[in-house]
């Protein structure tokens, strides 16, 4: 496991985050997918392809990672093969997050019925499923979704947020704050922060990030420039700074060693 050097700056976890990571996990998961997350997180707990940044563990993959979120490119459509957080993961929500979006539903359904010919009742939790845990996906696609006249598919929580002055993570579930990044509480309080990829997307029953045109494409800017900001609201002012630093060595050594892709 490689270290920042000299000076290690002090970056810790937005206090909101960490409670909500420590919301116990419900406990219907698939056993082939805890196999495959057991397998791979021991592999990080042992340090492979893991830095740390002052005290956050970072998985290389976050690093090396390319990403923006490409709305047109990944609408539903019949038979497609790209895939869409939208329109294809499912959102768990903690107790905090649908009491934040209950103490909006009204407006919330104000808002999405004069946009959302799906929606034919947006009466009390009308945006949850019928065990009420996840937001509900009525077309095959989220609640929250909004499909425009262009085949884009975006968020409406954007706009509700904007107009209501409301910040985005004031309103949005924190899994979608933070696509396609994951959070993994360790012990003795470490974090490890990782991201959707090749090796570990089976922990997450989910499709291989080849499939979401976010994360498949190479001419995407790295991940660590393009989600600079949730980055820093993560864990504090300087850290996608400090991650650009850490990518820019490693592909200085990639260069030198006469093995990089050339592109910053
Ligand atoms: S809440 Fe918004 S970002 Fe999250 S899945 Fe639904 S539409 Fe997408």
């Not at 490119?73 to 895939?83: D, E, K, M, V, W």
């Not at 959302?116 to 009466?123: G, M, T, V």
């Not at 924190?174 to 974090?191: A, D, N, Q, V």
Request: glycine share 8%; with cysteine.
């Amino acid at each position: 496991m490689k270290t920042t050097g000299k000076r290690p700056k002090t970056f810790r976890l937005n206090s909101k985050v960490r409670r909500w990571l420590q919301v116990e996990e419900p406990e219907d998961a698939d056993d082939s997918c805890e196999d495959y997350f057991d397998r791979w997180l021991e592999q990080k707990e042992n340090g492979k392809g893991v830095v740390e940044v002052g005290s956050i563990l970072v998985d290389q993959s976050v690093l090396i990672a390319r990403f923006d979120c490409v709305p047109e490119r990944c609408a539903p459509a019949r038979g497609r093969r790209r895939r869409s957080c939208c329109a294809d993961v499912y959102v768990p929500l903690t107790v905090a997050e649908k009491r934040r979006l209950a103490g909006v539903r009204n407006e919330l359904a104000a808002h999405l019925s004069r946009r959302e010919p799906r929606l034919k009742c947006a009466e009390g939790r009308f945006y949850l499923d019928e065990e009420g845990e996840t937001l509900c996906r009525p077309g095959g696609r989220c609640v929250f979704s909004l499909l425009d006249g262009r085949g884009r598919i975006r968020c409406h929580l954007h706009g509700f947020a904007k107009k209501h002055k409301l910040s985005q993570s004031d309103i949005q579930p924190y899994t979608c704050r933070i696509f396609p990044l994951l959070l993994i509480s360790l012990e003795h309080g470490k974090i490890l922060l990782t991201v959707l990829d090749k090796s570990n997307y089976k922990s997450w029953n989910t499709y291989s990030p080849q499939r979401f045109p976010c994360l498949a494409d190479p001419s995407l800017p790295p991940l660590v420039q393009s989600m600079a900001k949730t980055l820093d609201w993560l864990f504090g002012k300087g850290f996608a700074r400090e991650l650009s630093r850490f990518r820019g060595r490693d592909e200085g050594v990639k260069r030198e060693r006469g093995c990089g892709d050339g592109r910053s």
